[in-house]
């Protein structure tokens, strides 16, 4: 299989396992509406990408859309309205993560955080204080480097380290993976996949690593898990107790915000964790 791009400007094929991308790049709609951090990680990784011939239109659609299955199939939110999955991804963050555990413990909420092996590594107390807490962590790879266009030694060992950290460190194995901007390929799924990972994206997010106003966190999330709903779907959300930028980012909007979610839903929605989904 392959994607063909509408119109093929300086076309170059990069295999992706069984598919092949030829490039395409308009910027834009796609990418204003993938992971936040991905404006980063795109506007290296288009550059890189579309050196790479593997940029934009049907390629960056499979590669970065978190709802495309096109690359592999992934975890995102079963049809069960009601169900609500809050994720927290680029922790620990040593000033802001006890923060979002005392929210979570004050409401008896469960979640599930994406952790970044080098912070893990660098905080193994405050990955123990997770578990402890009755949390689900899952992997978000090593160095939050963009996956898709990352050589596959290197996809191995940003999975395979970090596994070996959290493992390390909670005692337990790790069965969930989130590639860092939700960027992958079919070899990086079939990498964490062969880890003994279920890949995890979402269907929920929204700006908050950008830190805009707690306020305005929880009403464009609380918009789109109430869209959800009336289409019949659990909520799969993300927000960031951390960063890959810099450990320990000012998350207070993220926090707070979580606490509006809670309070909001708590008493008409089921918080679960991802592995209630598969
Ligand atoms: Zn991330």
Known sequence: MSIRPQSVARAKTINLGRLACTHLPPHGTLIDRMHPPLVLGLSVGLGAMAGLGLAAGG???????????????????????GELALTFDDGPNPAWTPRMLDVLASHNVQATFFILGNHAKAEPALVRRIVAAGHLIGNHSWSHQNLAIAPARRVQEELAWTSQTLEEISGAP????????GARRPEVLRVARWMGMTPVMWNAMTSDWKNPSADRIAAQLGRKIDRLERRGSAANIVLHDGSHLDMATDRAPSVAATGQLIARYKNSHRFVTVDAWG
Do not use: H, N, V
């Open 59 to 81: 390629c960056a659609y499979a590669a970065m859309w978190p709802e495309s299955r096109i690359f592999g199939d992934t975890l995102i939110a079963p049809q069960r309205p």
């Open 174 to 181: 790790i069965r969930y993976f989130r590639p860092p901007f």
